[in-house]
């Protein structure tokens, strides 16, 4: 029951998305815009320059590094026996290989193990952002459709001012910059209002979801990925690094996580089968429900 009422802000935030759109209808589009160059920028750069730098840190980026290319691994293998389109591997990309640790893990986390664990989480939620922010980005505009090139996809990559504030963050930490308390005052406000912005985002893509636009077996097949075979391979790949247990058992909890949010704003950005991503990430987080509980249990939580 607990953990019950630990997941049930988020749907509170899905709820309150989903009812704003049906009663007022708001322009999507620009709201996601908004929460991935506007907003997400503040959160990566305020957590990697409050965190200090430890050889931990190395482990948990190599970690994520080997998961999500896992994940991609088994996607691009799966969509091959599948003769996906491009817009459908694309779609099954942002479906099944990028969790939402952030706006649902982290609050596990905290629950489950405590501050110590939720600063843990914290930074792995932003390293998985990098990755949605990079990658998704890249097949997101792959699989678009304006049908984009590699190189027009690398392009667009670049051009994310997520990836320069994480960089920014750990380059000021590292010389010791300090930075006045009323620009950081600023800049977490930015911060805080990121994820709730893009959990309402969802719940509003949510109340215009069509069911009949869903290829419903890549859903199946994104669902499973992400549910079952991602917390898989995550043990996998930490079983054999020099990291505490806390460490290890919230990157196994992150990775357990529904299809995170932010894959709904890059299928709305760049036209990626937008309907079969948000019903991709519907359905894991309701099947989330029941699936963490069994990850909590098997971790002996």
């Known amino acids: 029951m607990d953990l019950l009422l630990i997941i049930l802000p988020v749907f509170i935030i899905f709820f309150i998305g989903f009812i704003g759109q049906r009663l007022i209808g708001f322009d999507i589009k620009s709201i996601s815009t908004a929460a991935l160059y506007l907003m997400s920028p503040f959160l990566a750069f305020r957590t990697f320059y409050t965190h200090a730098l430890t050889i931990d840190y190395f482990y948990m980026v ?4 080997l998961l999500i290319f896992g994940l991609f691994l088994f996607v691009w293998l799966t969509a ?4 996906s389109s491009r817009p459908q591997f694309a779609a099954l990309m942002l479906g099944a290989a990028f969790p939402n640790s952030g706006n649902y893990g982290a609050p596990v986390v905290l629950f489950a193990l405590g501050a110590v664990g ?5 930074i792995i939620m932003v390293l998985h952002g990098l990755f949605i922010n990079t990658f998704g980005i890249f097949f997101a505009s792959l699989g678009g459709e304006e049908k984009a090139s590699w190189r027009q996809s690398l392009q667009r990559v670049i051009r994310m001012p997520l990836i320069y504030a994480a960089t920014l963050g750990i380059l000021l930490q590292l010389v010791g910059a300090s930075v006045p308390k009323s620009i950081m005052d600023g800049i977490g406000l930015v911060a805080d209002a990121s994820i709730p912005t893009v959990m309402l985002v969802l719940g509003m893509q949510l109340a215009v979801i069509s069911r009949k636009k869903v290829a ?8 499973i990925i992400r549910m079952v075979i991602s917390p898989v391979i995550a043990a996998l790949v930490v079983y054999f690094m020099p990291l505490n247990d806390l460490i290890k058992t919230v990157f196994i909890i992150q990775a357990a996580m529904p299809t995170a949010a932010n894959t709904t704003l890059l299928a709305l950005q760049f036209g990626t089968e937008p309907d079969l991503v948000s019903f ?3 359905i894991t987080t309701i099947i989330s429900i029941f699936t963490i509980p069994f990850v909590l249990f098997f971790l002996g939580i």
Request: with cysteine.
């Open 62 to 65: 190599l970690a994520c590094v």
């Open 280 to 282: 991709t990430t519907f």
């Open 118 to 122: 939720f600063d843990y989480a914290v």
């Open 216 to 223: 419903y077996r890549y859903v199946s097949v994104a669902t």
């Open 80 to 83: 091959r026996m599948m003769k």
